[in-house]
């Protein structure tokens, strides 16, 4: 087995990684091996990011269901700003 074999996880791995830490903690070398592998590739890295923002809205389904108090998001005058402008030059690109 090559070393970058060795070095690289493959798409695959990477996004059962990336599953399996919404769950569980993976451990250091585990989660250095997933990192490495976001950094290099953007299809994992959405899988990666889109994974964790399911997972948040899940909790917080479960923590309402539960009648756990979870703190509405509001977002601040800086965000508001931020999404404006994407926005904006979204619209400009159409
Ligand atoms: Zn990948």
Redesign the pocket.
Known sequence: MSLMRRIM???EE??QLASRKEEEALGMAKTMHLHL??AV?K??MRFYRQSALLSGVAKKQVDRALGRKVPLHRMSDEEKVKLQKLIHNRIQKI
Do not use: D
Request: proline share 10%; net charge neutral; hydrophobic share 30%.
């Open positions: 996880l493959s798409c990477a996004t592998h976001l590739c299809p994992c």
